[in-house]
Nanobody
Framework: QVQLVESGGDSVQAGGSLKLSCVAS????????MGWFRQVPGKEREGIAT????????QYADSVKGRFTISRDNAKNTVYLQMDSLEPEDTAMYYC????????????????????WGQGTQVTVSS
C-alpha cells in the first residue's frame, strides 16, 4: 500500500531554513504528482507546492513563492521541500501528499486531487 513518511521538521528562528523530506513506498514513485501541504489548528489544509512526476512542472502558493523550493529524487523515491527565509506565519504541521492521478491539478484544487498523506512533521518558527 502507499506509504509516505515525512521528516525534517524542527523549531527554528525567523529567517532560518529547513529541508523537509518525504520518502514514498508502495507504488511507482515517478508516475505521480507529489505535493507539500500545511495545516494549523482550526484551519483547512493548504497546498503550498506540487511537482510533476518527472520533476519539471512545479507550482507554488503565493505565500511561499520565492522562499520555498520543491524537488524530487525519483531514484530515492523522495520529495523534498527546501524552506528558506522562514517566517512565524510558516508555523504549521507539514504533510507530504500523493496525487490520485498522474498529473498535477491546479494548486487551488490540489486538496481534492490528493488522496494519500503522510503523518506530518511539525515546523515551528519563532520571532
Amino acid at each position: 500500500q502507499v506509504q509516505l513518511v515525512e521528516s525534517g521538521g524542527d523549531s527554528v528562528q525567523a529567517g532560518g531554513s529547513l529541508k523537509l523530506s518525504c520518502v514514498a513506498s508502495g507504488y511507482t514513485f515517478s508516475f505521480y504528482c507529489m505535493g507539500w501541504f500545511r495545516q494549523v489548528p482550526g484551519k483547512e489544509r493548504e497546498g503550498i507546492a506540487t511537482i510533476s512526476g518527472g520533476g519539471v512542472f512545479k507550482q507554488y502558493a503565493d505565500s511561499v513563492k520565492g522562499r520555498f523550493t520543491i524537488s524530487r529524487d525519483n531514484a530515492k523515491n523522495t520529495v523534498y521541500l527546501q524552506m528558506d527565509s522562514l517566517e512565524p506565519e510558516d508555523t504549521a504541521m507539514y504533510y507530504c501528499g500523493r496525487s490520485n492521478g498522474r498529473s498535477c491539478a491546479a494548486l487551488s484544487e490540489s486538496g481534492a486531487a490528493f488522496g494519500y498523506w503522510g503523518q506530518g512533521t511539525q515546523v515551528t518558527v519563532s520571532s
